[in-house]
């Protein structure tokens, strides 16, 4: 129990996903500018993570590890998980239209996004068992939506600041996003 | 041995996939209209209507039809089959000559070259230095950063006069070229202008070193002078003129008055274009 903890908080902030291991970048600054979009994202991502470990730990371990062809997990991982994807949105789309709707294009954004491979072949990696793996990918869908959360209500307030004119939009959203960086830095050894 | 059982793993994601999508029962009700309107639409996701994607744009349509006389689609308003079917899916008529927009570059060409560039070859790089290499600072360069962005090929750069040209039977005034344009000469204007002012010299923002060229606009007002209808207005600002296009009448005294053909008729734009083509042929 202890050790799911450890993973759990490990997770969200020490090896947070954005900010320390430098993985699912693009949805960073390309959905950070509201609040309620950037949630929606980090829900979704949290969704396909989850989704995306029980797929790939079963298959690692009931394919991939009996056959012998482990080096063979970032293709067919890619593979298994736009294959998910693609199914989850076909369901939900058949299923209920209000949930799609509230997904949105975020859904088929996340196909490829690379937090979403990383955690499987994090999974891997470390050899996590089923139960760690879940809990990884919950802690790191959390720490991707908080550090989006954090970083979108930051660029909120950016809007109405007074930033020089050479600095508004992208630039200042890299200083801000060097600084949450440092302050991440901060969570490491806590553990 | 790998690849075969990639291959089997492959095959098995799209059977499920495909299993999905035949199986599972459509439940919900309710789509059938966006999806006509999806079908209807372009759907080059171009984004010029606001919305980030044709459904996206049909999903709001489908729930408001009065938007598309706020935030028309400018694909659609070029075509009068789709339009009409648009206007059959929504149940409303639509006027799309008024909505309509056309891109038309302020620049008439053959300003002369002070300086020889030959760094990257694209507007944006040259517009950096001192605004480029022509004597006019807000001349077009013509090295064609709108030529590559324009979805429809509707632009071209005319190989006499080194500018674009923006043909407007092409143009579906999607807008992408305004942005594109580091010199700001592309402006969107309505389908039915009838004059064109193909200058955008502004001698109170001057940049030192750097005059109009020999075919710009002089600011001499007699286009405003001439004009009986009120059409043209002269902005202070920027020493222009302005052309008020309800007002006009076509009656091109301005264009005949002009003493550096920075005047157009804008009506015969494309279709000049074209009939010298076919000529030079």
Avoid at chain 2, 181 to 197: M, R, S
Avoid at chain 2, 214 to 239: L, M, V
Wanted: aromatic share 8%.
């Amino acid at each position: 129990m202890s050790e799911l903890v450890a993973i759990f908080l490990g997770m969200v902030l020490i090896n947070n996903f954005i900010l320390v291991r430098f993985l699912g970048l693009c949805p960073f600054f390309g959905v950070s500018k509201q609040l309620g979009s950037a949630i929606s994202m980090g829900v979704a991502v949290t969704f396909v993570m989850a989704i995306a470990s029980l797929a790939t730990w079963l298959i690692r371990n009931y394919i991939l590890i009996p056959l012998d062809i482990e080096y063979m997990h970032i293709v067919i991982f890619i593979l298994v998980i736009a294959t998910l994807v693609q199914i989850i949105e076909l369901f939900i789309k058949k299923t209920n239209l209000g949930l799609y709707f509230s997904f949105g294009i975020y859904l088929p954004l996340i196909t490829t996004n690379c937090a979403v491979l990383g955690i499987t072949l994090i999974n891997a990696t470390q050899d996590y068992s089923f139960s760690s793996s879940i809990v990884a990918a919950l802690g790191g869908g959390l720490g991707f939506t908080l550090v989006l959360a954090i970083m979108s209500g930051i660029r909120e307030k950016l809007e109405l600041a007074n930033t020089p004119k050479s600095m508004k939009g992208l630039p200042i959203a890299f200083i801000i996003a060097a600084l949450l960086g440092l302050a991440f830095v901060g969570f490491s050894g806590i553990i | 041995m790998p690849i075969g059982i990639m291959a089997a793993i492959g095959l098995a994601c799209g059977l499920i996939i495909y299993l999905v999508y035949i199986k599972v029962p459509q439940k919900v009700k309710g789509l059938e209209k966006t999806e006509e309107i999806t079908s209807i639409l372009p759907g080059m996701n171009c984004g010029a209507c606001g919305y980030p994607g044709c459904f996206a744009y049909a999903q709001a349509l489908s729930q408001d039809p009065d938007l598309i006389t706020k935030t028309p689609c400018s694909q659609v308003l070029q075509d009068p089959d789709s339009l009409a079917k648009l206007e059959k899916a929504l149940g409303c008529k639509l006027d799309a000559a008024a909505m309509c927009k056309k891109a038309l570059v302020h620049c008439g060409g053959n300003s002369e070259t002070v300086c020889d560039y030959s760094g990257v070859q694209t507007c944006k790089a040259a517009a950096q230095l001192l605004r480029g290499y022509r004597k006019c600072p807000y001349a077009c360069l013509g090295l064609g950063d709108c030529v590559e962005i324009c979805p429809q090929g509707a632009i071209s750069i005319d190989p006499e006069k080194n500018i674009a040209i923006v043909d407007p039977e092409k143009c579906t005034g999607c807008g992408l070229c305004v942005t594109e344009c580091p010199q700001d000469l592309i402006e969107l204007v309505p389908a039915g202008t009838k004059v064109a002012f193909l200058c955008n010299y502004q001698p109170l923002k001057n940049i030192p070193g750097r005059e109009r060229c020999d075919y710009g606009c002089t600011h001499c007002r007699k286009c405003f002078k001439a004009c009986e209808f009120e059409a043209i207005e002269w902005n202070k600002e920027t020493a222009l003129p302005e052309f008020n296009q309800e007002k006009c009448t076509l009656c091109l005294k301005c264009v005949e008055v002009c003493p550096q053909n920075t005047l157009a008729d804008f009506t015969k734009m494309g279709k000049e274009k074209e009939a010298e083509l076919v000529a030079a042929k």
